[in-house]
């Protein structure tokens, strides 16, 4: 058994002890008069005390109702957790989703409920339950036209964040296109400071990022089109090759941290705060960790700069809606929207965005006091006319992972665009038939 394999063992393992404590749990819970079972990812340990919190005080609220937790890593959650619950005949009442094909998937094979008429019908102080979430909010959480999630979050899952300092020293400034970017990392490479760090171990980082190009060169309407394997069309594209050979000349041109392929995305996040580098492209995520692990760090993001003579929306990010769907067979589906509702409340959302959560509830982000890098972000969802899905979750797995693996390739050094790109049409031609 190799390293990998033996991690997914230990995964497993971890996952079934937790599915007993949990079955347990709720075997030792017969007072509630209504239980309702929700599971979802947690992004740490603060997210799920300041749920637990907003959970009491709604079983304050309604007497006799007990909302049951069953949390898992993030992980776990997405490759087998969910739907092991629902094979297994424990099906939520309530669950996490990241929006998407997985929200599509869910609507469609029955998992999730449609909510469209709550959202429409439910209003608190005055204002409809669907008026209060920006418009980017609703972005992969509709199936054929109806809503089956409500977004709590937009994650941004690549912005270029950048140490200030180093940029100051070298008289750098945020830039307007990729020709001053590709200035920026000369500059700093001519100074001795890597201009770029990220582990790309997961293969999924740099795949974001380079996703996010390949829909600003060839537009998103075509990318999507690729990714979704439409007839005729085939990642060894002209459009595709161009926004690959950029990460193929960064590559030779050494922009990129020593090692990247084979450090994890935690130590590339880290080699930037520590200051090892001057950028590093990742997430909204960073946000939390900058704040436990370098709270003197002085640094800031930008998003990723005009391509010329492209085809896409110039103004666009690449990101990811997560939110909270009813489970299709629900016998509380009444009682889990009344949740839903509560959960997204503007005075409760912030409280969530006090600890770093990048909502999607507009009079819950505008408050004054917002972390300044959280309202960054936040202006840049607001300035996105087009939101692109991340390769590993807007598209299938068996895609996606052709995808990054090609960009993996790329990027260290190992095949220039061309050939990457007819390998993954390889790897995903019996997907075709």
Known sequence: ???????????????LIFIIIILLNCANHETAQ???????????????????????????????????????????YQDFGLLTLFQSGQAPDLYGQWGGWLVRRDAKFGFAADITEALDSLSYNGQPWRERFMPAAWSGMTYEGRNFAVATSVSVTNAIWYNKDMFDKFNLREPRNWEEFMHICRTLKSNGIVPI?????????????????????????AFNDVMTLEDGTC????????????????????????GMSGRSDLEGMMYFLNGHSAMHPIGSWLINRAIDEAARLNYDAFNTPRIPDSKGDSTSIIGVTFGYLVGKNTQHFD??????????????????????????????????????????????????????PPPD?????????????????????????????????????????
């Open 335 to 388: 009682l889990a929207v009344e949740f839903l509702e509560y959960l997204t409340r503007p005075e409760i959302q912030k409280r969530f965005v006090d600890i770093g959560s990048l909502c999607s509830v507009k009079e819950a982000i505008d408050a004054l006091n917002v972390e300044p890098h959280i309202r960054r972000m936040t202006r840049m969802v607001q300035q996105a006319n087009v939101i692109v």
């Open 1 to 15: 058994m190799n390293q990998r394999e033996a991690g997914k063992s230990i995964v497993k393992i971890k996952y």
């Open 235 to 258: 990642f060894a594209n002209p459009d595709f090759i161009r926004a690959f050979g950029l990460f193929e000349e960064m590559a030779q041109q050494e922009f990129f941290n020593p």
């Open 34 to 76: 209504t239980v309702l079972n929700f599971a979802y990812p947690t992004p740490g340990d603060r997210y799920f005390k300041l749920m637990s919190e907003v959970i009491d005080e709604f079983e304050t609220l309604h007497p006799g109702v007990e909302i049951r937790q069953n949390v898992m890593h993030g992980d776990i």
């Open 393 to 433: 979750t807007g598209f299938k797995l068996d895609v996606s992972d052709a995808f990054n693996d090609a960009v993996a390739l790329v990027v260290g050094g190992e095949m220039d665009a061309a050939r990457a790109l007819e390998q993954a049409d390889r790897v995903v031609r019996r997907l075709r038939q």
């Open 197 to 221: 760090s990220q582990g790309n171990k997961g293969v999924w980082p740099m795949g974001n990022w380079v996703a996010h190009v390949v829909s600003r060169v060839s537009g998103e309407a």
